[in-house]
């Protein structure tokens, strides 16, 4: 079974440019997540759809971050325009359920 | 409101040595608990989880946790450490559909 797929692994942006990284879940998944991991802490959940419907956006910072998940399947997260804070590592998971969730190896994203 | 709280941001053990990272939680419900870890530029392995049922749970790797309701507590040990070992960890609560997970613990096996 092929796991999470996100793309890009790495990006370099400088400040105020738009950037957007995709996320293919695991087959027959879903539940969608999208996740942003700054150095040194844990995961902070962004986004969480439920087929192609937003369950939980509350700390998705609207005004610059936007997130879809077209047809329940991929997802793109964008970000326009970036800050120097938003330098981090932006993890996309999925899950049939509640219990468990499958990572992809994450986007790591460097502001300048 | 949901926390996670791992005590000790790194712990450094020697090779064949006790393994014992924290997790405490506060939470207005009973909820599911997880254990990760993560590698170097690599996201996030499931090692265990508890939902229900047997409080002692076994997962990859050797290692089990044990979910203790009166201490909320969900400790993640292994008996001897392995090289392959060292890693971050993080402990998360999943609580009403929602997923919540601690700062995360760097553990170093020293050989």
């Known amino acids: 079974e092929a796991g999470v797929a996100q793309s890009p692994r790495y990006k370099i942006i400088e400040k105020r440019q738009s950037v957007a990284f995709w996320c293919n879940p695991i087959?027959?998944?879903?539940?969608l997540y999208w996740y942003q991991q700054i150095l040194g802490q844990g995961p902070k959940l962004l986004i969480q759809?439920?087929?192609?419907?937003?369950?939980?956006d509350s700390q998705l910072p609207k005004d610059r971050f936007s997130a879809e998940r077209l047809k329940g399947v991929d997802s793109t997260l964008k970000i326009q325009p970036a800050k120097l804070e938003d330098s981090a590592v932006y993890l996309c998971?999925?899950?049939?359920?509640?219990?468990?969730?499958?990572f992809g190896p994450g986007t790591r994203l460097t502001v300048t | 409101a949901q926390s996670v709280t791992q005590l000790g941001s790194h712990v450094s053990v020697s090779e064949g040595a006790l393994v014992l990272l924290r997790c405490n939680y506060s939470?207005?419900?009973?909820?599911?608990l997880f254990w990760y870890v993560q590698y170097p530029n690599q996201g996030l392995q499931l090692l265990l989880k508890?939902?229900?049922?047997?409080?002692l749970v076994k997962g990859i790797n050797g290692f089990e946790a044990e979910f203790k309701k009166s201490e909320t507590s969900f400790h993640l040990t292994k008996p001897s450490a392995h090289m392959s070992d060292a890693a971050e960890y993080f402990c998360?609560?999943?609580?009403?559909?929602?997923?919540?997970f601690g700062t995360g613990t760097s553990l170093t096996v020293i050989p």
């Open positions: 508890y939902t229900t049922g047997a409080t």
């Open positions: 939470s207005s419900v009973p909820p599911y």
């Open positions: 087959s027959g998944h879903a539940t």
């Open positions: 998971a999925s899950s049939t359920d509640t219990y468990e969730q499958y």
């Open positions: 998360a609560v999943s609580v009403t559909n929602q997923f919540y």
């Open positions: 759809f439920q087929n192609n419907g937003v369950v939980d």
